[in-house]
T-cell receptor
């Protein structure tokens, strides 16, 4: 079945430093979504990418979808303590209906 | 707009007992999902409904798990008998669309199950 891998599993950064998490799929994706889960909370949708090579920005967050539609990344510029949480990518395989989540990257921000 | 409602929030049972979780999606959302999230892992899809039909239940352990979505609105997930490895948070989510491009999934607060 489809697998979605994320690296790194954990990331500790000083407040103000940048952060990047990477997502790779074993199969071509029709689209990819990113979610954020705060400690003790539930996943909250951040963005969906559909087109090959697509880049979207939300304030300090930049999302990219690879040209081959098998990988994606989330970059946060100048992290803040409010960015703390686990970031998940989730992809739908081509021809599939199933949204498969990666294991997530847990971000800690040291003030 | 009301979000996805789930109950109970917490449940503690002994192995081999049964448990049921309830979910009421956002009004008008066609697609409803049940995910299992074990501590430290990403959500794993158990079952996906579009209206009252099952779209995907390939990862549902059908010997012990069952789910239904009567009338295409709310849904119940049942586990019988429970095993220790079923300890997890059971997340219900809904989306407006269906098919491969579902758009945003809205998650409920989850039901945390502990099996002793």
């Amino acid at each position: 079945g489809q697998q979605v891998m994320q690296i790194p599993q954990y990331q500790h950064v000083q407040e103000g430093e940048d952060f990047t998490t990477y997502c790779n799929s074993s199969t071509t994706l029709s689209n990819i979504q990113w979610y954020k889960q705060r400690p003790g909370g539930h996943p909250v949708f951040l963005i969906q990418l559909v087109k090959s090579g697509e880049v979207k920005k939300q304030k300090r967050l930049t999302f990219q979808f690879g040209e081959a539609k098998k990988n994606s990344s989330l970059h946060i510029t100048a992290t803040q303590t409010t960015d703390v949480g686990t970031y998940f990518c989730a992809g739908v395989g081509a021809g599939s209906y199933q949204l498969t989540f990666g294991k997530g990257t847990k971000l800690s921000v040291i003030p | 707009e009301a979000g996805v409602a789930q109950s109970p929030r917490y449940k503690i049972i002994e192995k081999r007992q049964s448990v049921a979780f309830w979910c009421n999606p956002i009004s008008g959302h066609a697609t409803l999902y049940w995910y299992q999230q074990i501590l430290g892992q990403g959500p794993k899809l158990l079952i996906q409904f579009q209206n009252n039909g099952v779209v995907d239940d390939s990862q549902l352990p059908k010997d012990r798990f069952s789910a239904e979505r009567l009338k295409g609105v709310d849904s119940t997930l049942k586990i019988q008998p429970a095993k220790l490895e079923d300890s997890a948070v059971y997340l219900c989510a809904s989306s407006l669309g269906g098919g491969p491009n579902t758009g945003e999934l809205f998650f409920g607060e989850g039901s945390r199950l502990t099996v002793l």
